[in-house]
Antibody
C-alpha cells in the first residue's frame, strides 16, 4: 500500500525558508513523479512542482525563483524548500505521486505551515 | 498556463438528487482531465481520470464526460458522504499543472 507522509516545521518566520520532507512507503521512489502542492486555508489547490527519481525537476513558474525540490532515493524521501516566505505562503502542503501525463493518485495527509513572526 | 474554470461554485442539492458539475479549460487538454473529491480536513481523493474513467473503488454513481475544453462530473444519486468540494485538474500541459477553483456540493 502506497503511503506518503509530510513532515517539517509548522511555523516559519517571514523571510525565512520553509523546508518539508515527504517520506514514501509501500513503493520505491525510484519510479513515478513526485510532486508538492499546497492549499491556502479555505482556498483551492496549487501545484508547486515535481521531481523525478533521476533528479529532474519541473516547477510552477509563479514560484520557480523560490522553490527547490530534491529527492533522496536511499531514504525513499523527497523534499521541498521554499525561500523568502511571506504570509501568502501559509497553507496546507501536500506531497503526491503521479506518472507522466497522469493525475495524482496517492496523496499525503497534508501538513499546515503557518508563516508568522 | 491552462486556466480551469469550474461552475457552479456552490451547488445545493438534496440526498438522492442528481448533481452536475462543469469544468472548462482555456485551451484543449484533450482527455487529460481528472476530478477529485475533498472533504474537510482530508486530502483530495482521485475520482475520475482520462475525463471518464473511474479510479479504483469509486462508486458507479460518479461519472465523467467531455473532451477538449468542456467537461462534466455527474453524481447520479447523491449520498450523504458525497457532500464535499470537487476539483477538476488538467495534466495535459505543464508547467504548470493546474486545477479549477472547486465546486462545493452542499445539502
Amino acid at each position: 500500500q502506497v503511503e506518503l507522509q509530510e513532515s517539517g516545521p509548522g511555523l516559519v518566520k517571514p523571510s525565512e525558508t520553509l523546508s518539508l520532507t515527504c517520506t514514501v512507503s509501500g513503493v520505491s521512489i525510484s519510479s513515478h513523479y513526485w510532486s508538492w502542492l499546497r492549499q491556502p486555508p479555505g482556498k483551492g489547490l496549487e501545484w508547486i512542482g515535481y521531481v523525478y527519481y533521476s533528479g529532474a525537476t519541473n516547477y510552477n513558474p509563479s514560484l520557480m525563483s523560490r522553490v527547490t525540490i530534491s529527492i533522496d532515493t536511499s531514504k525513499n524521501q523527497f523534499s521541498l524548500r521554499l525561500t523568502s516566505v511571506t504570509a501568502a505562503d501559509t497553507a496546507v502542503y501536500y506531497c503526491a505521486r503521479h506518472a507522466f501525463k497522469a493525475p495524482f493518485d496517492f496523496w499525503g495527509q497534508g501538513t499546515l505551515v503557518t508563516v508568522s513572526s | 498556463e491552462v486556466v480551469m474554470t469550474q461552475s457552479p461554485a456552490t451547488l445545493s442539492v438534496s440526498p438522492g438528487e442528481r448533481a452536475t458539475l462543469s469544468c472548462r479549460a482555456s485551451q484543449s487538454v484533450t482527455s487529460n482531465l481528472a476530478w477529485y473529491q475533498q472533504k474537510p480536513g482530508q486530502s483530495p481523493r482521485l475520482l475520475i481520470y482520462g475525463a471518464s474513467t473511474r479510479a479504483t473503488g469509486v462508486p458507479a454513481r460518479f461519472s465523467g464526460s467531455g473532451s477538449g475544453t468542456e467537461f462534466t462530473l455527474t453524481i447520479s444519486s447523491l449520498q450523504s458522504e458525497d457532500f464535499a468540494v470537487y476539483y477538476c485538474h488538467q495534466y495535459n500541459n505543464w508547467p504548470p499543472l493546474t486545477f479549477g477553483g472547486g465546486s462545493k456540493v452542499e445539502i
